[in-house]
Protein backbone atom coordinates (compact mmCIF):
# COMPACT_ATOMS: atom_id res chain seq x y z
CA UNK A 1 0.00 0.00 0.00
CA UNK A 2 1.09 3.71 -0.50
CA UNK A 3 1.30 6.36 1.82
CA UNK A 4 1.20 10.06 1.28
CA UNK A 5 2.31 12.39 4.57
CA UNK A 6 1.96 16.12 4.45
CA UNK A 7 2.00 17.14 8.08
CA UNK A 8 2.79 20.92 7.60
CA UNK A 9 0.18 23.14 9.50
CA UNK A 10 -1.25 26.24 7.26
CA UNK A 11 1.46 27.60 5.65
CA UNK A 12 2.09 31.78 5.17
CA UNK A 13 4.64 33.17 2.61
CA UNK A 14 4.97 36.76 1.65
CA UNK A 15 4.57 38.00 -2.31
CA UNK A 16 7.44 37.42 -3.94
CA UNK A 17 9.57 35.07 -1.62
CA UNK A 18 9.69 31.32 -2.59
CA UNK A 19 7.68 28.82 -0.27
CA UNK A 20 8.63 24.81 -0.15
CA UNK A 21 5.79 22.30 1.03
CA UNK A 22 6.76 19.71 2.52
CA UNK A 23 5.48 15.95 1.29
CA UNK A 24 7.21 11.86 2.26
CA UNK A 25 5.57 8.97 0.98
CA UNK A 26 6.25 5.55 1.52
CA UNK A 27 5.50 2.40 -1.25
CA UNK A 28 7.45 -0.86 -1.27
CA UNK A 29 6.88 -0.35 -4.93
CA UNK A 30 10.49 0.58 -7.03
CA UNK A 31 8.18 2.22 -10.01
CA UNK A 32 6.06 4.98 -8.89
CA UNK A 33 5.16 8.83 -9.66
CA UNK A 34 4.60 11.50 -7.81
CA UNK A 35 2.26 14.59 -8.34
CA UNK A 36 1.36 18.12 -7.04
CA UNK A 37 -1.97 19.00 -7.06
CA UNK A 38 -3.33 22.48 -6.60
CA UNK A 39 -6.93 23.27 -5.03
CA UNK A 40 -8.10 26.98 -4.95
CA UNK A 41 -11.32 28.18 -2.58
CA UNK A 42 -13.24 26.79 -6.14
CA UNK A 43 -12.44 23.57 -5.26
CA UNK A 44 -11.45 22.23 -8.56
CA UNK A 45 -7.70 20.09 -8.98
CA UNK A 46 -5.37 21.72 -10.99
CA UNK A 47 -2.29 19.40 -11.68
CA UNK A 48 0.70 20.95 -11.04
CA UNK A 49 4.17 18.84 -11.80
CA UNK A 50 5.14 15.20 -11.79
CA UNK A 51 8.22 13.25 -10.98
CA UNK A 52 9.04 10.12 -11.83
CA UNK A 53 10.66 7.50 -9.59
CA UNK A 54 13.51 6.80 -12.12
CA UNK A 55 13.95 10.50 -13.50
CA UNK A 56 17.79 11.26 -13.17
CA UNK A 57 16.48 15.28 -12.69
CA UNK A 58 14.07 16.94 -10.12
CA UNK A 59 11.18 18.61 -12.25
CA UNK A 60 10.27 21.88 -13.22
CA UNK A 61 7.00 23.44 -14.40
CA UNK A 62 7.46 27.62 -14.93
CA UNK A 63 7.38 28.53 -11.09
CA UNK A 64 6.91 25.17 -9.74
CA UNK A 65 10.04 22.50 -8.71
CA UNK A 66 10.37 19.58 -6.78
CA UNK A 67 12.82 18.51 -4.95
CA UNK A 68 12.97 15.16 -5.37
CA UNK A 69 15.22 12.93 -2.83
CA UNK A 70 14.12 9.20 -3.14
CA UNK A 71 16.47 7.81 -0.32
CA UNK A 72 14.65 10.04 1.80
CA UNK A 73 11.46 9.57 0.35
CA UNK A 74 10.61 13.08 0.10
CA UNK A 75 8.79 15.45 -2.71
CA UNK A 76 8.80 18.62 -1.85
CA UNK A 77 6.84 21.04 -3.84
CA UNK A 78 8.95 24.23 -4.13
CA UNK A 79 7.20 27.90 -5.59
CA UNK A 80 9.34 30.28 -6.37
CA UNK A 81 8.25 34.44 -6.62
CA UNK A 82 4.57 33.73 -4.98
CA UNK A 83 2.29 35.51 -6.15
CA UNK A 84 -1.33 35.77 -4.88
CA UNK A 85 -2.76 33.59 -6.78
CA UNK A 86 -1.24 30.92 -5.32
CA UNK A 87 -2.93 31.17 -2.10
CA UNK A 88 -4.81 27.71 -1.72
CA UNK A 89 -4.68 24.22 -0.66
CA UNK A 90 -1.90 22.07 -2.05
CA UNK A 91 -2.15 18.37 -2.23
CA UNK A 92 0.80 15.35 -2.84
CA UNK A 93 -0.38 12.20 -4.63
CA UNK A 94 1.72 9.14 -5.77
CA UNK A 95 0.62 6.21 -8.26
CA UNK A 96 2.62 2.94 -7.69
CA UNK A 97 3.40 1.61 -11.52
CA UNK A 98 3.88 -2.33 -11.00
CA UNK A 99 0.35 -2.67 -8.79
CA UNK A 100 -2.87 -3.99 -10.58
CA UNK A 101 -4.57 -0.27 -10.56
CA UNK A 102 -1.62 1.23 -11.83
CA UNK A 103 -4.10 4.18 -12.41
CA UNK A 104 -4.70 4.67 -8.63
CA UNK A 105 -3.36 7.74 -7.00
CA UNK A 106 -3.23 7.96 -3.90
CA UNK A 107 -3.41 11.50 -1.87
CA UNK A 108 -2.23 12.92 1.12
CA UNK A 109 -4.41 15.39 3.24
CA UNK A 110 -3.00 18.57 1.78
CA UNK A 111 -1.31 21.73 2.82
CA UNK A 112 -3.21 25.53 3.34
CA UNK A 113 -0.96 28.42 1.68
CA UNK A 114 -2.03 31.78 1.87
CA UNK A 115 0.22 34.51 0.43
CA UNK A 116 0.26 37.55 2.25
CA UNK A 117 0.87 40.88 0.03
CA UNK B 1 -13.12 23.53 -25.29
CA UNK B 2 -12.46 19.79 -23.52
CA UNK B 3 -12.74 19.43 -20.09
CA UNK B 4 -14.89 17.60 -17.39
CA UNK B 5 -18.02 18.90 -16.67
CA UNK B 6 -20.09 17.95 -13.09
CA UNK B 7 -23.38 18.88 -12.29
CA UNK B 8 -24.98 20.09 -10.11
CA UNK B 9 -22.79 22.19 -8.34
CA UNK B 10 -24.27 22.13 -4.88
CA UNK B 11 -26.82 19.40 -4.18
CA UNK B 12 -29.44 18.45 -1.58
CA UNK B 13 -30.71 15.54 -0.34
CA UNK B 14 -33.40 14.58 2.26
CA UNK B 15 -31.89 11.60 4.05
CA UNK B 16 -33.00 8.12 2.85
CA UNK B 17 -32.65 9.44 -0.73
CA UNK B 18 -30.63 7.89 -3.70
CA UNK B 19 -29.25 10.49 -5.66
CA UNK B 20 -26.84 10.70 -9.06
CA UNK B 21 -24.08 12.80 -9.95
CA UNK B 22 -23.31 13.48 -13.41
CA UNK B 23 -19.79 13.68 -14.80
CA UNK B 24 -19.25 13.98 -18.61
CA UNK B 25 -15.69 14.18 -20.54
CA UNK B 26 -14.47 15.22 -23.75
CA UNK B 27 -11.26 14.69 -23.80
CA UNK B 28 -11.35 11.25 -25.20
CA UNK B 29 -9.92 9.82 -21.94
CA UNK B 30 -10.47 5.82 -21.31
CA UNK B 31 -10.21 6.19 -17.48
CA UNK B 32 -12.69 8.01 -14.97
CA UNK B 33 -12.20 8.09 -11.51
CA UNK B 34 -14.81 9.43 -8.78
CA UNK B 35 -13.32 11.13 -5.26
CA UNK B 36 -14.40 12.21 -1.97
CA UNK B 37 -13.34 14.81 -0.15
CA UNK B 38 -14.43 15.41 3.42
CA UNK B 39 -13.64 19.02 5.61
CA UNK B 40 -9.77 19.42 5.58
CA UNK B 41 -8.91 16.23 4.19
CA UNK B 42 -7.55 14.52 1.14
CA UNK B 43 -9.01 12.90 -1.84
CA UNK B 44 -10.63 9.26 -1.16
CA UNK B 45 -11.10 6.67 -4.41
CA UNK B 46 -14.51 5.78 -4.64
CA UNK B 47 -15.39 4.00 -7.82
CA UNK B 48 -12.68 4.12 -10.81
CA UNK B 49 -13.33 2.87 -14.96
CA UNK B 50 -10.61 2.54 -17.04
CA UNK B 51 -12.77 1.17 -20.31
CA UNK B 52 -16.49 1.61 -20.74
CA UNK B 53 -18.80 -1.32 -19.24
CA UNK B 54 -16.06 -2.20 -16.49
CA UNK B 55 -15.47 -0.31 -13.18
CA UNK B 56 -13.73 -1.07 -9.70
CA UNK B 57 -14.28 -0.32 -6.47
CA UNK B 58 -11.99 2.17 -4.58
CA UNK B 59 -11.47 2.27 -1.25
CA UNK B 60 -14.74 3.85 0.08
CA UNK B 61 -17.02 2.62 -2.35
CA UNK B 62 -19.73 0.91 0.29
CA UNK B 63 -22.90 2.81 -0.39
CA UNK B 64 -22.26 4.18 -3.69
CA UNK B 65 -22.57 2.64 -6.97
CA UNK B 66 -21.87 3.25 -10.81
CA UNK B 67 -22.33 2.61 -14.38
CA UNK B 68 -20.38 3.56 -17.35
CA UNK B 69 -22.08 2.99 -20.47
CA UNK B 70 -20.48 5.33 -22.42
CA UNK B 71 -17.14 6.33 -22.39
CA UNK B 72 -17.57 9.82 -22.35
CA UNK B 73 -20.09 9.64 -18.98
CA UNK B 74 -19.22 8.36 -15.36
CA UNK B 75 -22.31 9.09 -13.13
CA UNK B 76 -22.06 8.03 -9.55
CA UNK B 77 -25.22 7.20 -7.10
CA UNK B 78 -24.84 8.06 -3.69
CA UNK B 79 -27.27 5.58 -2.08
CA UNK B 80 -29.19 5.25 1.02
CA UNK B 81 -27.12 2.71 2.26
CA UNK B 82 -24.29 5.29 2.18
CA UNK B 83 -23.98 6.47 6.29
CA UNK B 84 -22.58 9.88 5.80
CA UNK B 85 -22.96 11.40 2.08
CA UNK B 86 -22.39 15.14 3.00
CA UNK B 87 -19.03 15.66 0.91
CA UNK B 88 -17.36 17.59 -1.49
CA UNK B 89 -17.04 14.87 -4.85
CA UNK B 90 -14.86 15.01 -7.52
CA UNK B 91 -14.94 13.38 -11.33
CA UNK B 92 -11.29 12.64 -13.01
CA UNK B 93 -10.56 11.38 -16.47
CA UNK B 94 -7.04 10.38 -17.67
CA UNK B 95 -5.18 8.16 -20.21
CA UNK B 96 -4.39 5.09 -19.47
CA UNK B 97 -1.37 4.54 -22.55
CA UNK B 98 1.40 6.57 -23.71
CA UNK B 99 3.30 8.75 -21.33
CA UNK B 100 3.52 7.03 -17.72
CA UNK B 101 2.18 9.34 -15.72
CA UNK B 102 -1.34 10.45 -17.31
CA UNK B 103 -2.32 13.09 -15.13
CA UNK B 104 -6.12 13.01 -13.94
CA UNK B 105 -7.54 15.92 -15.03
CA UNK B 106 -10.78 16.69 -12.44
CA UNK B 107 -14.07 18.53 -13.04
CA UNK B 108 -15.44 21.53 -10.87
CA UNK B 109 -17.24 19.17 -8.23
CA UNK B 110 -20.25 18.34 -6.56
CA UNK B 111 -21.12 19.58 -3.42
CA UNK B 112 -23.56 17.27 -1.11
CA UNK B 113 -25.60 17.73 1.62
CA UNK B 114 -28.14 15.73 3.47
CA UNK B 115 -30.61 17.74 5.25
Known amino acids: AQKITQTQPGMFVQEKEAVTLDCTYD???????LFWYKQPSSGEMIFLIYQGSYDQQNATEGRYSLNFQKARKSANLVISASQLGDSAMYFCAMRAFNTGANSKLTFGKGITLSVRP | DGGITQSPKYLFRKEGQNVTLSCEQNLNHDAMYWYRQDPGQGLRLIYYSQIVNDFQKGDIAEGYSVSREKKESFPLTVTSAQKNPTAFYLC??????????????FGPGTRLTVL
Open chain 1, 27 to 33: TSDPSYG
Open chain 2, 92 to 105: ASSHTSGRSYNEQF
